[in-house]
């Protein structure tokens, strides 16, 4: 088959821009064949491009032959361009098609295609992982990753607007972020290194100079976990506020939800729409409970957790079932959290760490930061860590470590919880876990 040249064709509209009002205008359109009707001398051609759907319609006694010849030949998946006069349709996608004077074929496909870019026919997620670009020319899918750009347009505007710098910090580190979390080993010239799991001590030391900032990127955990909510590869939104406690990073944390919620609620109306799921902007503030309110809810539910433990699975989808809406779960056990996260001053068996869930899913973790060098040095002891290997870390404590908090947050299970999707693998776009290496 002849493949055209691109030439001196440039798109003047998208799908999206293509309306009753520019009929009989000519037009260039781009894009990848999505279906084909053949109804004998009636051909429609769904052609798709990044903004949604158009119908091309090739009728034999009203198109040139030469355009007629060409679309017999056409597949799904194959790229083209099509020239031709814009014509109210009313039954046609949008109310409008366009019948061609010229089409040409950029590029083929090999047929069977490993998916159909349809949905009607579906097909497993390590199928669909498989061919992943294949995969993500379903609207569906396209919709999925437009919520997580509005997402992150929305957070960096109001981070920003709340006066937090954005930093980048190194991903590659000489010793662990945070005791006893898997690491994936990286092999550093002569020495071995490895995959940061966390920017927490960097954006610490960061808040000395810059007092907020805050970074969106990617962190590695080796952990064997394979849930529909963890992976090895993940991106996270961190901030980390100088002269601030637990309750003052708490109130951007639930303030950052609110806006992320409602600007994706007021922007991505059609995504929302093709994904059948609706937004609801929480009310702020968001309900406060402490781990031992939360251990008494569960016994009366007839689940036993013992002071100090972490909670299970199973429990917290019993806590999503008592409270389905945002929340936080506050002092929690010094020996539970981090060895940098703050102990109470009034009891010190309790730290000034959070979680915040919605339902029963964990979406960020954060909390107080010890600024206190000696009482640093000795969490880490409890924690059977060694100061050798925090070394760097501790000495900016010797240049005015100011009180400080901060948080968490991970893109993935937010984006689930905006998009409705209940597989963390959905809403990344190449996923890494324990199994999964490629594509």
Not at 110 to 120: C, F, K, S
Not at 185 to 202: D, G, H, I, M
Not at 358 to 381: N, P
Request: with cysteine; proline share 5%; aromatic share 10%.
């Amino acid at each position: 088959m002849k493949i055209d040249k691109l030439g001196a064709w440039r798109r003047s509209h998208y799908s999206a821009d293509i309306s009753p009002e520019l009929d009989g205008q000519e037009v260039i359109v781009f894009g990848w064949v999505q279906e084909i009707r053949d109804l004998g001398g009636l051909r429609f051609v769904i052609l798709q491009d990044k903004n949604g759907q158009l119908q091309i319609t090739i009728h034999k006694n009203k198109v040139v032959a030469e355009v007629v010849e060409k679309a017999k030949t056409l597949q799904k998946q194959y790229s083209i361009g099509v020239k031709g006069k814009v014509k109210t349709m009313k039954n046609a996608p949008g109310g409008v098609e366009i019948v061609p004077n010229e089409l040409r074929i950029f590029s083929v496909s090999e047929q069977p295609l490993p998916l159909d870019i349809t949905g009607r026919t579906k097909a497993e997620i390590d199928v669909r992982l498989d061919a992943r670009v294949l995969d993500l020319r379903r609207e569906e899918n396209q919709a999925i990753f437009r919520i997580q750009h509005a997402a992150l347009q929305a957070v960096r505007a109001f981070l920003s607007k709340q006066g937090f710098m954005e930093v980048f910090t190194p991903r590659i580190i000489v010793s662990a972020t945070e005791g006893g979390a898997a690491l994936f080993p990286v092999a550093y010239f002569t020495r071995e290194a490895f995959l940061a799991q966390s920017p927490q001590l960097y954006k610490e030391q960061l808040s000395l100079d810059f007092e907020k900032v805050f970074e969106i990127g990617p962190f590695f955990r080796a952990e064997e976990s394979h849930t529909r909510r963890h992976l090895s590869e993940f991106i996270s939104v961190d901030i980390e506020q100088a002269f601030a406690n637990a309750e003052d990073v708490m109130n951007v944390l639930e303030e950052l939800i609110h806006d992320v919620c409602k600007y994706v609620a007021d922007n991505c109306k059609r995504e929302l729409e093709l994904l059948g799921h609706k937004i609801v902007v929480p009310e702020i503030p968001f309900k406060r409970l402490t781990y031992r309110e939360i251990l008494e809810e569960l016994e009366n539910e007839k689940i036993h957790i013992n002071w100090g433990e972490d909670i299970p699975t199973a429990a917290y989808r019993v806590l999503g079932k008592l409270h389905p809406y945002y929340y936080f779960i506050t002092d929690w056990p010094t020996k539970a959290k981090a060895f940098y996260i703050k102990p109470n001053d009034d009891n010190p068996e309790l730290s000034e760490g959070f979680d915040l869930m919605w339902h029963w899913v964990e979406l960020s973790s954060g909390g107080a930061r010890i600024h206190d060098k000696e009482l640093l040095m000795k969490r880490l002891a409890e924690q059977g860590l060694s100061t050798e290997s925090f070394k760097t870390h501790l000495a900016t404590f010797d240049y005015g470590m100011p009180p400080h908090a901060g948080w968490g947050l991970g893109l993935a299970r937010m984006v689930m919880v905006l998009t409705g999707v209940k597989n963390i693998r959905e809403v990344v776009l190449f996923p890494r876990d324990q199994f999964r290496l490629t594509p």
